[in-house]
């Protein structure tokens, strides 16, 4: 078993940077496919971005592929997902999951990932 724990959430300005983290305890890390997804108010979760458990591949949502780099550190047990050139559009709460597999492929629903954490949120103004 694996717990989840966001940080990095806040306010910021359209165009402004924020980097979100989970910190991921319990269990072999190295094993866990870890994505973020978000949850705009009032709206379905989606998916934002996936790295596979060995870090090789990451996959991205379309309208965040330019501006948002999701990476992952083994060693300290962290994924990071950078945001840049942040818009209304991006104003959510935003979670970490996490899938244990050592699969290449896409996870790209909520409900192939067994473990969450309880998000941040981040809001995006002009």
């Known amino acids: 078993q694996v717990q989840l724990a966001e940080s990095g959430g806040g306010q910021v300005q359209t165009g402004g940077s924020l980097r979100l983290s989970c910190a991921v305890s319990?269990?072999?890390?190295?094993?866990?496919?870890v994505a973020w997804f978000r949850q705009p108010q009032g709206k379905e979760r989606e998916f934002v971005a996936q790295?596979?458990?060995?870090?090789?591949?990451?996959y991205y949502e379309d309208s965040v592929k330019d501006r948002f780099i999701i990476s992952r550190d083994n060693a300290r047990n962290i994924v990071t997902l950078q945001m840049t050139d942040l818009k209304s559009d991006d104003t959510a709460a935003y979670y970490c999951?996490?899938?244990?597999?050592?699969?290449?492929?896409?996870?790209?629903?909520?409900?192939?990932?067994?473990?969450w954490g309880q998000g941040t949120q981040v809001t995006v103004s002009s």
């Open positions: 999951a996490a899938r244990r597999t050592y699969s290449a492929g896409r996870y790209y629903y909520p409900t192939s990932y067994t473990n």
């Open positions: 319990g269990d072999d890390f190295s094993s866990f496919a």
């Open positions: 790295i596979t458990a060995s870090g090789e591949s990451r």
